[in-house]
């Protein structure tokens, strides 16, 4: 009986040793700030309280010498989303290489409404943004001339 017991005991034991135990998870990563106290990475990042890529397509004018010429492309904009979610030091990170579509996009991303702003330890911050403005012709942009038929 002694015999059983103590190889219980040591199964017991051995089982308790070689258990494996799962490490904690990461930690989240610190929040990034640059030297102007505005952040790269937030706890919670900004966001629009709307549809943003509707607020693109119903906002955007596309210039007409990039229809005329069938120019395309996309604009990298960076912002910064300010502690009340405003939008401020709008600029070109990546140009299409057209002047009037960076242009329209400049414009579009500076009358931005207001966005929910970026937090980090519970506290409203700055935080920088870059969004791609893309540029793409559709035949709603550019239709076909009318035929003018006379009789």
């Known amino acids: 009986m002694k015999k059983h017991f103590l190889?219980?005991?040591?199964l017991c034991g051995a089982k308790i040793i070689?258990?494996?135990?799962e490490p904690p998870?990461?930690?989240?990563?610190?929040?990034?700030t640059d030297s102007s106290g505005v952040f790269t990475?937030?706890?919670?990042?900004?966001?629009?309280?709307?549809?943003?890529n509707q607020y693109l397509s119903s906002n955007i004018k596309y210039p007409q010498d990039a229809l005329d010429a069938?120019?395309?492309?996309?604009v990298y904009?960076?912002?910064?989303?300010?502690?009340?979610?405003?939008?401020s030091n709008v600029e070109i990170r990546k140009s299409?290489?057209?002047?009037?579509?960076?242009?329209?996009a400049v414009r579009v991303i500076s009358s931005m409404p207001y966005w929910n702003a970026g937090q980090v330890n519970g506290r409203y911050v700055r935080v920088a943004v870059v969004q791609p403005v893309r540029f793409t012709i559709t035949k709603t942009d550019n239709p076909p001339p009318q035929q003018s038929g006379g009789k």
């Open 7 to 10: 190889l219980l005991v040591f």
């Open 96 to 104: 299409s290489g057209n002047k009037s579509l960076d242009a329209e």
């Open 70 to 74: 069938g120019i395309q492309g996309n």
């Open 77 to 87: 904009i960076g912002f910064v989303v300010e502690k009340d979610g405003s939008i």
């Open 18 to 21: 070689f258990a494996q135990v």
């Open 25 to 32: 998870p990461p930690p989240p990563p610190p929040p990034v």
């Open 41 to 52: 990475y937030a706890e919670i990042m900004p966001s629009a309280p709307y549809n943003f």
